[in-house]
C-alpha cells in the first residue's frame, strides 16, 4: 500500500446507526429541479434531445442571458406538502435534492451569491420548506449539490496558470461557504451527494475533496458522504490508490446498475444508484417521445435489481416549472407505491442474499428469511433455486400466505412450484432457510 493523506478514511461498511439507516431505507427519489425546468429543452425554438439539466451547454447559452431565467422563475403549484404525500405514498425512505446544479442557481437563499431563489418572483426558501415537509412524514432529506458551477466566475475545470490557481481557491473557499450554510441552516440533513466533481481541478485538490467530507462529519455527526466526492493525493476518485472506497457508499451507478454474475464484488461494501425515467433525462424535458421512457415494471426491476446486490436505488423526477409533477411520473410514483404497500418486506431493510442469480427474478435477504422476487414465471411452472453448501429450504409462501411446494431435485437444488393464483404483476416468495449442518447427503456425483 502507498502512504496516503487523503485517501479512504475508513475500511469496509460503517456500521453506525446513521449508515444502518442509510443502508436499510433502500428506495429514495431524486428530485432535480433547477431554472433548467423553464425552458424544459428547448432555446431558441430549438429542440435538444440531450439531458434538460445540461441545456445551457447543448445551446452554448452565455451565462448571464441563462441567469435570466430567474426572472421567470416563480412556480405557482409547487406546494411541498404535496410532494411530501406523494413521496410517501410511493415508500420512498428519504429523497435526495438538488440544492445547486451546475447552473449554479440555488434553492435556498445562500448569502454567498446573488443567484439564487430569493432574487427570483417566488421569493421563498424551497429547500427549506422541503426539507420541513419531508421530515414531516419521516422521509430523509439528502442534499445533491454540483461542485461544477458555471455561474461563478473563479470556477476552473483545470488549472493552468497561477492566476487559475488563485481563482480557483477564492472557488473553494466560496464552496466551502456554501456547505456550512447547507448543513448549519437544515441540520436535519442526513446525506451529502456531490456531483461535478470529474474535472483536473478538482482531481488536484484531492485534500479539498478529504477537508470536505472531515467538515461535513463534524458538523453533522452520522452524515453519509457518497464517494464521487472524492479524490486522494494522486487524483484517484471513488477508491483510493490502495483500492479502498472513500467516502461512505460508492455512488458510480448512474443509469447502470451491476451485472448480477460477473460485479459480485460490489456486494462487499455500500453503495447507491440512481436512475432515471426516460433513457437521460433529469431535469424537467418538454417532449419525452424523444427517447425510451421506462414503463413502471421495468423501473420495479432496476430497485429490486440493486437490494439484491446490497445497493440502495434512487429514481429520479424532474418536476415542470410550474412545480407539480408531469403525468408520467406520477402514473410510476403510484404504481410503485401500490407494489410497495404489499411487497416492501422484500425490500427494507434487506440485502444480498448470496444465492446464485436466477432467470425467473431476483433475491434479497433479511436475517435467515430469503425473498423470492419473481419478475419472469416459467413456463414450467417450477422456480429453480440453488442454495449455496449446506443450507435447506423449510417452507415456501407468498406474502399473502399462500403455501407453494418445494421439493428437492438433487443436493442443494430445489423447485418451488408457482403459485396457484399468480398475480398478474411482480410478486413475492419467502423462504424460510435452516443452515443444516448434518445434511444426509443421499445424491451421488456422476463419475465423468
Ligand atoms: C459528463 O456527463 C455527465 C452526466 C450526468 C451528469 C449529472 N449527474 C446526474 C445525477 C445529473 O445531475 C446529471 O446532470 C453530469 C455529467
Redesign the pocket.
Known amino acids: 500500500e502507498v502512504e496516503l493523506k487523503y485517501g479512504a478514511d475508513r475500511l469496509g461498511k460503517r456500521q453506525d446507526p446513521a449508515m444502518q439507516k442509510f443502508r436499510e431505507n433502500r428506495l429514495g427519489a431524486f428530485i432535480?429541479w433547477g431554472l433548467y425546468a423553464i425552458p424544459g429543452g428547448e432555446w431558441n425554438n430549438k429542440t435538444y434531445h440531450g439531458?434538460a439539466?445540461?441545456l445551457k451547454a447543448w445551446a452554448k447559452v452565455p451565462t448571464m442571458d441563462w441567469l435570466e431565467l430567474m426572472k421567470q422563475w416563480n412556480p405557482q403549484q409547487f406546494d411541498a406538502k404535496k410532494w411530501a404525500k406523494m413521496a410517501k405514498e410511493m415508500g420512498v425512505k428519504y429523497v435526495k435534492i438538488?440544492t445547486k446544479?451546475?447552473e449554479g442557481f440555488c434553492l435556498w437563499p445562500s448569502k454567498y451569491t446573488e443567484y439564487t431563489v430569493a432574487n427570483t418572483p417566488y421569493k421563498k426558501d424551497i429547500l427549506g420548506e422541503l426539507v420541513k415537509a419531508y421530515n414531516a412524514v419521516g422521509i430523509d432529506v439528502h442534499f445533491?449539490f454540483s461542485v461544477l458551477d458555471w455561474s461563478h466566475p473563479d470556477w476552473r475545470s483545470s488549472i493552468k496558470t497561477q492566476e487559475d490557481s488563485i481563482a480557483f481557491q477564492r472557488f473553494l473557499t466560496f464552496t466551502d461557504n456554501q456547505l456550512k450554510e447547507l448543513a448549519t441552516r437544515y441540520p436535519t440533513v442526513k446525506d451529502f451527494w456531490f456531483?461535478?466533481t470529474?474535472d483536473a481541478s478538482i482531481k488536484q485538490n484531492g485534500w479539498w475533496t478529504a477537508h470536505v467530507e472531515r467538515m461535513l462529519k463534524e458538523m453533522l455527526p452520522g452524515v453519509t458522504i457518497n464517494s464521487r466526492l472524492r479524490a486522494d493525493d494522486y487524483g484517484k476518485r471513488h477508491f483510493d490508490s490502495n483500492g479502498h472506497l472513500m467516502g461512505d457508499y460508492e455512488s458510480a451507478y448512474?443509469r447502470r446498475l451491476p451485472d448480477p454474475v460477473k460485479d459480485l464484488h460490489v456486494t462487499k461494501w455500500d453503495w447507491e444508484a440512481?436512475m432515471t425515467i426516460p433513457e437521460n433525462q433529469?431535469g424537467y424535458h418538454k417532449d419525452w417521445s424523444l427517447s425510451y421512457v421506462k414503463n413502471p415494471t421495468e423501473v420495479l426491476a432496476r430497485i429490486v435489481h440493486a437490494v439484491s446486490m446490497g445497493g440502495n436505488m434512487v429514481v429520479n423526477f424532474g418536476p415542470q416549472p410550474d412545480g407539480d409533477f408531469r403525468p408520467e411520473e406520477k402514473k410510476i410514483a403510484d404504481f410503485i407505491g401500490k407494489w410497495m404497500k404489499k411487497n416492501s418486506e422484500c425490500i427494507y431493510g434487506c440485502d444480498y442474499a448470496g444465492w446464485e442469480k436466477q432467470d425467473w427474478g431476483y433475491y434479497t435477504r433479511k436475517s435467515n428469511q430469503v425473498y423470492m422476487v419473481v419478475f419472469n414465471p416459467p413456463y414450467s411452472g417450477q422456480l429453480t433455486v440453488k442454495t449455496p453448501k449446506g443450507i435447506t429450504i423449510t417452507t415456501a409462501k407468498t406474502l399473502t400466505g399462500e403455501q407453494t411446494q418445494v421439493t428437492e431435485t438433487t443436493r442443494n437444488e430445489y423447485n418451488v412450484s408457482l403459485p396457484k393464483n399468480m398475480p398478474q404483476e411482480p410478486f413475492v416468495i419467502k423462504l424460510e432457510v435452516k443452515d443444516a449442518q448434518k445434511t444426509q447427503d443421499k445424491y451421488r456425483e456422476a463419475l465423468t
Open positions: 432535480h439531458a439539466e445540461w438538488t446544479h451546475h445533491y456531483d461535478g470529474w448512474e440512481c433529469w
